[in-house]
């Protein structure tokens, strides 16, 4: 079972937009978060992880997680064309032994 | 340094016919996972390795599918018998090995099953 669902989009966006990705999950048991990058082609790469609730930010990307609605959300600011990918969420099993993702967001941002 | 290597990059193969899949982790990774990535869809847990056992291997679909690790590196992925249903991107990843340590991927093998 998944249990983390994410809009796949598509999401088009200007260049310099603010964007907001969103993902939801239905157990209030999870407590570690990640959001993976994927550009078309390529491996998922590590974006940002968060542990339990609250924000965490790393230059023009900040993640947040709301335990109380059971969302995860990924803020781009000033997005860049370079940002164009698929974005996915994912969370850790039981174990933290491995990662369950969800089907992932794909984003376009236009120059 | 390096990243997670996967060869071959591309597979085209025969309905019926077996596969392999490699892929060398990154040096001194204990853990490496198998995944199967599907068009449109997010990556797909087959398998978990740490070291050379697999500690969970609840994500392979069915008796079609092995993957081995003799030596607690490089690991293959073996598809008997392929069927046109497992066409896919399979994605091979390392992590150091704790709770929780962030997954590495390679860019995958994309297997194509005509």
């Known amino acids: 079972q998944k249990e983390v669902e994410q809009d796949p989009g598509p999401l088009s966006v200007p260049e310099g937009a603010i964007v907001s990705l969103n993902c939801t999950y239905s157990?209030?048991?999870?407590?570690?978060f990640m959001w993976y990058r994927q550009y078309s082609r390529k491996g998922p790469e590590l974006l940002m992880y968060?542990?339990?609730?609250g924000n965490k930010e790393d230059g023009r990307f900040t993640a947040q997680v709301d335990k109380s609605s059971k969302y995860i959300s990924l803020f781009i600011r000033d997005s860049q064309p370079s940002d164009s990918a698929t974005y996915l969420c994912?969370?850790?099993?039981?174990?933290?032994?491995?990662?369950?993702f969800g089907k992932g967001t794909t984003l376009s941002v236009s120059s | 340094g390096a990243g997670v290597s996967q060869t071959p990059s591309n597979k085209v193969t025969e309905k019926g016919k077996y596969v392999e899949l490699r892929c060398d982790p990154i040096?001194?990774?204990?853990?490496l996972y198998w995944y199967r990535q599907s068009l449109g869809q997010g990556p797909e847990f087959l398998i978990y390795?740490?070291?050379?056992?697999?500690?969970?291997d609840s994500g392979l679909p069915n008796d079609r599918f092995f993957a081995v690790r003799p030596e607690g590196s490089v690991s293959t992925l073996k598809i008997q018998r392929t069927e046109r249903g497992d066409s896919a991107v399979y994605l091979c990843?390392?992590?150091?090995?704790?709770?929780?340590?962030?997954?590495?991927f390679g860019n995958g093998t994309r297997l194509t099953v005509t």
């Open positions: 040096s001194g990774h204990t853990a």
């Open positions: 157990n209030s048991a999870f407590q570690y």
């Open positions: 990843a390392s992590s150091e090995g704790q709770a929780n340590s962030p997954l590495h």
């Open positions: 994912a969370r850790a099993n039981q174990a933290g032994t491995a990662l369950i």
């Open positions: 968060t542990y339990s609730s």
């Open positions: 390795f740490q070291g050379t056992g697999a500690a969970d």
